[in-house]
């Protein structure tokens, strides 16, 4: 039983993260670093989301790969976010310490990383098909297939987000619940400040939209 769960953290290890990097060596593409060790030993370096239920739970899974397979050694650490994780996965790169596998890269990066040739196809690795049909994520997956037909990125998780909302002002305005899209959110805005001009309505500006004006506009 437990060769059986181990052979399933070897392709959990292997795919699950969101992208492996490789970097040019004598003209040639190698997986980076996956850096041979003494005695023998593979040392694997996964940068982790920079928040610590991500890093416990990718340490604890690390830890029992590592005690089924002697000969690999997996350093787990939250991915450095200043001045952005971008910039230091760019950094990495350059200076040829790129990790071997990391976490909290999102898609629109990932195709830059990608066109420069920084990324290994996912779908290249052995039990890529295994892990997307285990994980039930065959529908799911061919939409992140990117421009040259490769998969680089694997979607393994993603972050909720809530919002509160006076649900005696949404009455008022006509609501009887929440709005779910983005145009009903604008639609409310504006209802909202035509009634109640000194109201607002906000968010964090990355994830729905900006503090509106007084006209119920966005600001630039």
Not at 93 to 108: D, Q, V
Not at 192 to 220: C, E, F, M, N, Q
């Amino acid at each position: 039983m437990k060769k059986k769960i181990a052979g399933l953290l070897a392709v959990t290890m292997t795919v699950s993260m969101l992208a492996a990097c490789s970097t040019k060596v004598g003209g040639a593409q190698q997986q980076q670093p996956a850096g041979q060790a003494g005695g023998g030993v593979t040392t694997i370096e996964f940068w982790a989301s920079p928040n610590p239920p991500q890093q416990a739970y990718w340490t604890a899974i690390a830890k029992e790969y590592e005690s089924v397979n002697p000969k690999v050694k997996i350093n787990v650490s939250p991915m450095k976010e200043t001045p952005s994780s971008e910039a230091n996965i760019q950094s990495a790169i350059a200076g040829g310490s790129a990790p071997t596998m990391s976490e909290n890269i999102s898609r629109g990066f990932a195709a830059q990383l990608a066109n420069s040739k920084a990324l290994v196809p996912l779908d290249t690795l052995p039990n890529w098909n295994d892990v997307v049909s285990g994980r039930n994520m065959t529908g799911t997956i061919g939409s992140w297939k990117f421009a040259d037909g490769h998969q680089y990125v694997l979607p393994i998780y993603s972050n909720a987000m809530l919002f509160g909302w006076r649900i005696d002002i949404l009455k008022q305005l006509g609501f009887n619940e929440p709005p779910k899209t983005y145009s009903q959110v604008l639609d409310l805005a504006k209802k909202l400040k035509a009634k109640y001009p000194d109201k607002y309505v906000w968010a964090k500006a990355i994830w729905l939209t900006r503090p509106l004006g007084k006209d119920g506009s966005t600001s630039s």
